[in-house]
């Protein structure tokens, strides 16, 4: 094919609207063979959109896509595959009884035999410091591992642009860093790769050139190396960002929740089974527990709130002394004042067709009172329910709207807010800022600290590590149901909680990680 | 290109709040439609038949009091169903509670044939909601510990409760001087329930319906019990969240509409019908459920839906003697309208959209 152009791809005034949103509002973006283009911006931005288009699984409404100098018209994923184009989502689509090589052939558009595929697989995981046996099923594999395959199925093809949608966000940080070889390998023999991301320190390490999403809008293309973390941030959320102010050391309290050798085994085969857990957080303490997603956090969530009552081993749960197991997470709530934020916002944390004052009466009736000789108090309600509209910074029209049409982070700041506002004793809170703006994750993680200084006992799940750096006291890992011991922030680097998150016990050392 | 006149299903941003309340109308309307094509192609005036249909059953004051008579179940069961499915428990089978409820009701009616009393009635009334709740607390019970589908066992139950009416009304409940015919005796005047208007059918249980409306609207708008259901419906997982027992919803919610449907069996059977037969309800139980939808699951809504599906049983009576159109005529009027109405609510949460997909909002 004749090179007529600098630029491998080569997309101008893009648009895509859904009903009720502008996604990509005229984004221009061009990269050469060979580059690593990030595309930069908050959950939100339009980033997933804009690929989707050059992958060909939405097409445009506006603007134009050239492909080494042509004009192409991507109707169908497969046109994308064709032109060279790949891509790996951030959800893999595995089947999980399929041996790897079974799973790629699945995948491809031209059928070969099994045999020469494998050997195909070897010779490119071989090349690129891929290790991945061809013959191992896909339920005994790592998430780290069923990432190389979707990394492998799309090498197969031979692409000339590779897309990576957030491929990091289920790697610890050792994955993270053979994964960036691999990548700077292949650009290196002058693949073009295209790295949507919201980590500004990944782009920095790996990424030559930026190009910045805003609320749809491009903010602009610049070279990575001319910017600093600070000013791609700043780019990225338009706004700079406060330093959170470390409360000064409080002194600690008793241990106010504490879990002793709990062990719960998993509901159904594919869930996580929580074993010899144990943790103790002391009254005025922030403890973290980081962990790549679907290593038991919610179950454990769930065990601690009382939604999964642990009745084998009633006294492996302790709130103020006293064992638990038994309750239901209304007694743990309105008698050890337990708050909990779950992972999932619609549909745990809140019910999606319900109002946000419906959805504001849901944990705190009873200790705000919001039951009045039987009857829910609505005018009451309705007030705490703008309190929390009001002090949380929750964008919306106003408290009738149901839950679910609220953006995930602006449901997130009503949740906690919801939950904060009730001034607990005890919080487990999960995911605390995920997919919520710069700012009010900073207004969330300062109420977490403030409410730690009045005295409470503060546990917070996260996959987050520069969050957990930041605002806990003490931190640890859950890995596979297992909960590693926990060491004080200040002496933790994110290396060595990356190791805790691969499931690695400090005291064994550096040497098992292979 | 392809045409852009073809139209799409597009997703609203969020549920129209017209199109709930609209829907209904637009099913009856196309109900209405169908029906004329139906009366067509069965040579009969499509006027004369929606006449007959839907004029001449309340056009004298004896018919009104008819219609409140058919939907005294219907709303009855109507508000209570609505309870069940606003928590997402799908009892199917109150026509089964419904003849529970008649036998328990009758029973005690024929219990107390020789005796007078003003504690009879009321006796008749709760053991209906006893029989009603004894055959919904299986339900409940094998749901909540063997987790099997609350929409087959209610209704197998159905099948079973049929035929244990008919197993005693041809044994023990016979009438001994009934020539063996498969009936029970007359209930007693103590055991009808009172008159409200002279020279017709219409009784106290229109009273006791209106009664469960308000009830039923106060419950699921005001109570903390209403709120569980609809958090229980909305979304199982945040109410075990807030610390909402599911299983207690599932007993909570099929006991009541099992013991609201038996009710209606009991008021059936000392009302209108006083005594025991081998049917004693044509279909209410499964009728209530179209009630229960039409009515927008709100007690409110209900009342009228109750209305509109009694006037179809009364209008299939008329139209039958005046036209001699088939008894059937009822049914299929009342399966095109929940037909018509599910169709209709895919406009709550999609809108029809002509032309280029995407169009800006």
């Known amino acids: ?514 | 290109m392809l045409p852009r006149l073809i139209p799409r299903l597009e997703k609203r941003q969020t549920p129209s709040k017209a199109m709930i309340y609209l829907s209904p109308l637009l099913a009856i309307f196309l109900t209405l439609i169908s029906s004329v094509v139906l009366f067509l192609i069965m040579n009969v005036s499509p006027l004369e038949a929606l006449h007959a249909f839907f004029i001449k059953p309340i056009s004298t004051i004896y018919g009104l009091t008819e219609l409140a008579v058919k939907a005294t179940p219907l709303v009855l069961i109507g508000v209570a169903l609505s309870l069940g499915f606003r928590a997402g428990v799908w009892n199917i089978g109150a026509e089964g509670q419904l003849i529970l409820g008649g036998i328990f009701g009758g029973a005690t009616a024929l219990f107390f044939y020789e005796k007078t009393g003003f504690y009879i009635i009321p006796l008749i009334l709760i053991a209906g909601v006893v029989g009603g709740m004894l055959w919904a607390g299986i339900v409940a019970f094998l749901r909540t510990k063997f987790n099997a589908n609350e929409i087959l066992t209610s209704l197998m139950l159905s099948y079973v409760a049929s035929l244990l009416l008919n197993l005693l009304i041809h044994g023990p409940l016979k009438d001994p001087d009934g020539f063996n015919f498969p009936e029970s005796r007359l209930f007693s005047d103590s055991a009808l329930l009172p008159i409200l208007y002279d020279g017709t059918r219409l009784h106290i249980g229109a009273i006791i319906a209106l009664l469960a409306v308000g009830l039923g609207w106060i419950l699921l708008s005001r109570t903390l019990l209403g709120y569980q259901i609809k958090v229980t419906g909305d979304a199982p997982a945040a109410g075990e969240y807030a610390g909402f027992s599911h299983s207690k919803i599932i007993w909570i919610t099929l006991l009541l509409s099992g013991g609201v449907a038996g009710l209606a069996g009991a008021i059936e059977v000392s009302g209108p019908i006083g005594q025991l037969l081998p049917t004693i309800s044509p279909g209410y139980g499964f009728t209530a459920i179209i009630v229960a939808y039409v009515g927008r699951l709100h007690p409110v809504g209900v009342l009228f839906a109750g209305l509109l599906l009694a006037l179809t049983y009364l209008g299939g009576e008329t139209a039958q003697i005046s036209l001699k159109l088939p008894i059937a005529v009822t049914g299929v009027f009342q399966g095109l309208l929940l037909f018509f109405l599910l169709a209709s609510d895919v406009l709550i949460h999609y809108r029809i959209q002509f032309g280029k997909q995407g169009a800006i909002a």
Not at chain 1, 70 to 92: S, W
Not at chain 1, 95 to 117: K, P, R, Y
Not at chain 1, 321 to 345: C, D, H, Q, T, Y
């Open chain 1, 1 to 514: 094919m004749p090179q007529s152009s600098d630029y491998l791809i080569e997309l101008k005034g893009i648009c895509k609207a859904f009903p009720g949103v502008l996604a990509n509002d005229d984004i221009d973006l061009k990269i050469k063979a060979g580059e690593v283009h990030a595309l930069l911006g908050e959950n939100g931005a339009g980033k997933s959109t804009l690929v989707k288009m050059i992958y060909g699984i939405l097409k445009q409404d506006a603007g134009t896509i050239h492909f080494n100098g042509d004009l192409v018209d991507i109707k169908t994923p497969a046109i994308a595959r064709e032109l060279g184009v790949a891509m790996v989502f951030q959800h893999f689509s595995l089947f999980d009884s399929l041996t790897v090589v079974e799973n790629i052939s699945l995948g491809m558009d031209h059928s070969s035999d099994l045999a020469t595929l494998a050997d195909q697989i070897t010779e490119l995981s071989k090349r690129y410091g891929l290790p991945l046996d061809p013959h191992r099923h896909v339920y005994t594999l790592s998430v780290g591992e069923r990432q190389r395959i979707e990394i492998i199925r799309c090498l197969l093809q031979e692409p000339k642009l590779l897309i990576m949608d957030e491929p990091t966000s289920v790697l610890t940080p050792q994955e993270v860093e053979k994964l960036f070889v691999t990548l700077k390998r292949l650009s290196e023999e002058g693949m073009a790769i295209l790295y949507i991301s919201h980590k500004l320190d990944e782009i920095k390490a790996l990424c030559h050139n930026a190009t910045i999403l805003r609320l749809g809008k491009k903010v602009g293309t610049v070279s990575v190396a001319d910017e600093s973390t600070q000013s791609l941030a700043a780019m990225m959320m338009g706004e700079e960002l406060k330093e959170l102010k470390h409360p000064e050391a409080v002194e600690l309290g008793d241990t106010r929740l504490e879990v002793k050798d709990l062990s719960l085994p998993a509901d159904d085969p594919l869930g996580i089974s929580l074993r010899n857990i144990n943790l103790q957080v002391r009254g005025g303490e922030v403890v973290g527990i980081a962990g790549v997603a679907g290593n038991g956090q919610d179950e454990l969530l769930r065990a601690l709130n009382g939604e999964q009552r642990t009745l084998d081993s009633i006294d492996s749960i302790e709130l103020e002394g006293k064992a638990v197991g038994k309750l239901n997470p209304n007694s743990r709530r309105v008698n050890f004042g337990l708050a909990s934020v779950p992972e999932k916002r619609l549909g745990h944390g809140a019910t999606p067709d319900m109002s946000l004052v419906d959805n504001a009466f849901l944990t705190a009736y009873q200790h705000l009172k919001l039951l009045k000789n039987g009857l829910i108090d609505y005018a009451k309600t309705r007030q705490f329910a703008e309190k929390i509209i009001a002090d949380y910074g929750v964008k919306t029209p106003n408290s009738d709207v149901p839950a679910g049409s609220l953006s995930g982070g602006n449901l997130q700041k009503f949740i906690v807010g919801r939950e904060l506002s009730q001034n607990p004793d005890i919080l487990v809170i999960a995911q605390p800022t995920w997919g919520v703006d710069a700012g009010a994750a900073q207004t969330i993680r300062q109420a977490i600290r403030e409410l730690a200084a009045k005295g409470a006992a503060v546990l917070v799940i996260s996959q987050d590590l520069d969050e957990l750096m930041e605002i806990t006291d003490r931190i640890g890992a859950i890995c596979g149901g297992v909960v590693s011991e926990f060491y004080p922030t200040s002496e933790m680097s994110i290396d060595k909680v990356g190791m805790l998150m691969a499931g690695v016990s400090l005291e064994e050392g550096v040497s098992d990680v292979a």
